[in-house]
C-alpha cells in the first residue's frame, strides 16, 4: 500500500495519520467525516471552482458571526441538521411528546407566574388560552413541572430583538403544576416570522428557492423530577408555513388545535396535553 495520497486511497491516507493517542472518540467521529467528505466530493466530481466557492461561503458565514448572531447555527438549521441531531438525541415511545429545535430566543430565568395569568404584556396580538397537562406515560398527572413558555408578539418578534420596544419579559413566563398536573395562561395566537436571511444562509435560502419563514408557535420546555426535559413547540394548526418551515422543526405531533372561542375572555383557546417519559 502507498504511503502517498492519491484519488482512489484519500481516505485511507488522511485517517492513517491519525496519532496512536487520539481520543477514541475523536478519531471516531474525523475518520467518518473525511470518509463521507471524501465520498461527497467523488461522487459529484466537484470541482475546484465549487470548492473555492463552498470555502467562501463558509468564510462568510463565520464573518456574520458575533455574539448576537450565530451564523452557522443558522445554517445548521436550514439544512435540516440542528433537527436531525436533535432527533437522534431525544429518541422516546409513541405517546411521548416529541422535541424541537430549542430556537435563539430563550432566556433563563423568566418570571414564575401564577396559573392562568397573562403573558402579554404590550397589549398586542389576539387573546388565546392556553392549558392542558402534564402528565407521564401511563397519563398520570405530574406535579411540580417547570413549564417555561415563550413566543414572539404580534409583529412577530421577540422581546430580546426590540429591548425598549417590547416590555421585558413579554410573552415569557414560568408555570408549576400542582397535584392535577394542570397548567393554563393566556397569550397570544403566534404569528409566522423570518428567521435572519440578510446573510450568505439567507442567500443560499434564495438561490434554493425556499423562503426564510417559521410556522407560528409556542415555545415551551417543561422539566420534572425524574423525568426527561423536553424541549419543544406547539405549532398553529392553519398556519400556511406548517410544511415548509425554514429550520424543519414541525413534527406532526405538534401540531396543535387553535380554536375560536365564542363570547369568551380570549379569542382563542389552544388545548395540549405533554406526555413525559421517565429518566
Not at 466530493?41 to 465549487?50: M, P, R, S
Not at 397519563?139 to 429591548?163: E, L, M
Not at 434554493?208 to 419563514?213: A, E, I, S
Not at 426527561?228 to 406548517?242: K, N, P
Request: one cysteine or more; hydrophobic letters at 35%; charged letters at 20%.
Amino acid at each position: 500500500m502507498t504511503h502517498y495520497f492519491t484519488e482512489k486511497n484519500s481516505v485511507d491516507a488522511v485517517n492513517r495519520r491519525m496519532g496512536l493517542s487520539t481520543d477514541p472518540r475523536l478519531a471516531e467521529v474525523l475518520s467518518c467525516l473525511v470518509t463521507h467528505l471524501h465520498a461527497f466530493a467523488k461522487d459529484i466530481q466537484l470541482t475546484q471552482a465549487e470548492w473555492e466557492y463552498g470555502i467562501e461561503f463558509l468564510t462568510k458565514v463565520g464573518q456574520i458571526c458575533s455574539d448576537e448572531r450565530q451564523e452557522f447555527i443558522l445554517l445548521s438549521d436550514t439544512l435540516g441538521m440542528s433537527m436531525l441531531v436533535d432527533a437522534i438525541n431525544n429518541r422516546r415511545p409513541p405517546g411521548a411528546t416529541e422535541n424541537t429545535v430549542l430556537g435563539p430566543f430563550h432566556v433563563a430565568d423568566a418570571p414564575v407566574r401564577q396559573m392562568g395569568d397573562d403573558i402579554s404584556l404590550d397589549g398586542k396580538g389576539e387573546p388565546c388560552f392556553f392549558e392542558g397537562s402534564v402528565v407521564d406515560m401511563q397519563g398520570n398527572p405530574i406535579s411540580s413541572a417547570k413549564i417555561d413558555v415563550w413566543s414572539d408578539n404580534a409583529d412577530g418578534f421577540y422581546d430580546v430583538q426590540q429591548p425598549g420596544i417590547q416590555p421585558k419579559w413579554n410573552n415569557r413566563g414560568i408555570f408549576i403544576t400542582g397535584e392535577d398536573g394542570r397548567y393554563s395562561f393566556v397569550g397570544i395566537k403566534p404569528v409566522p416570522y423570518p428567521i435572519p436571511d440578510d446573510g450568505p444562509v439567507g442567500k443560499m435560502l434564495g438561490h434554493l428557492g425556499r423562503h426564510p419563514y417559521r410556522p407560528a408557535h409556542m415555545h415551551y420546555i417543561i422539566t420534572a423530577p425524574g423525568y426527561e426535559t423536553v424541549v419543544t413547540h406547539t405549532f398553529v394548526g392553519d398556519d400556511m408555513y406548517l410544511t415548509s418551515d425554514a429550520v424543519f422543526g414541525v413534527k406532526e405531533t405538534l401540531v396543535a388545535p387553535f380554536e375560536k372561542v365564542a363570547d369568551g375572555e380570549t379569542l382563542w383557546r389552544s388545548p395540549f396535553d405533554f406526555v413525559l417519559t421517565p429518566v
